[in-house]
């Protein structure tokens, strides 16, 4: 089963505005990933965010982590149409590399 | 560096055979991990080993299986096949089982059962 929910499920925006996902858990988490899939390849990982971390940047991209509401962002700036793709979360605990997703937001990015 | 290769890219199969997926980690990751992809279910762990050995599993049939050998490399079996196994399955790798180890994912093996 899925940990949680992300929001939206889909997003369409215009090319130079901003992306804003959301994302939401159940459990305790040791750490907040986020990974983009480009249709039908794999996963790439974007950014991993500790549980004892607030923020973080990497280039464009903004993650922040509230542990007490269970909740994530990713806030990709500036988007460009290559950033096109689906946007998962993915929370991991304590138990070595297992990850539970979540349901992922498919974002378009017009030209 | 290589990434993670998955083989076969597609498979079509009918329902009650079995089939093997393979993949090879990055070279140098010992942790080995696959999931499985459906427009139901979303992303759903299935396996992970490290070492040759099952570290943790998920919540699936006896009919799924896998298993590591010595050079890293790892197979996922899936016997008795069902309409419902119809998926994309991913295979991810780390260099190894630390907590907070991002994973590289392969392109996945698209398996059509009929």
């Known amino acids: 089963s899925q940990q949680g929910e992300e929001d939206p499920q889909a997003l369409s925006i215009q090319e130079g505005e901003n992306a804003t996902m959301n994302c939401s858990y159940k459990t305790s988490i040791n750490n907040l990933q986020w990974y983009r899939q480009n249709s039908g390849r794999g996963l790439v990982h974007l950014i991993l965010?500790?549980?004892?971390?607030r923020e973080k940047h990497s280039g464009r991209l903004r993650v922040t982590l509230d542990t007490s509401k269970k909740s994530s962002s990713l806030l990709i700036t500036a988007s460009r149409a290559a950033d096109t793709a689906s946007y998962f979360c993915a929370t991991g605990n304590n138990a070595g590399n297992m990850l539970t997703f979540g349901g992922g937001t498919r974002l378009m990015v017009k030209p | 560096k290589a990434g993670v290769t998955q083989t076969p890219r597609y498979l079509i199969k009918t329902r009650g055979q079995q089939v093997t997926l393979s993949c090879s980690p990055i070279?140098?990751?010992?942790?080995v991990s696959w999931y499985q992809q459906t427009p139901g279910q979303g992303l759903q762990f299935l396996f992970e080993y490290f070492s040759e050995t099952q570290r943790n599993k998920g919540n699936f049939p006896g009919r799924f299986s896998g298993r590591q050998f010595s050079n890293s490399r790892s197979e996922m079996n899936v016997s008795t096949l069902e309409l419902g196994d119809s998926a994309l399955y991913l295979c991810a790798s780390s260099r190894d089982v630390q907590l907070n180890s991002p994973l590289h994912f392969g392109n996945g093996t698209r398996l059509t059962v009929t």
């Open positions: 965010i500790r549980s004892n971390e």
């Open positions: 070279s140098g990751h010992r942790s």
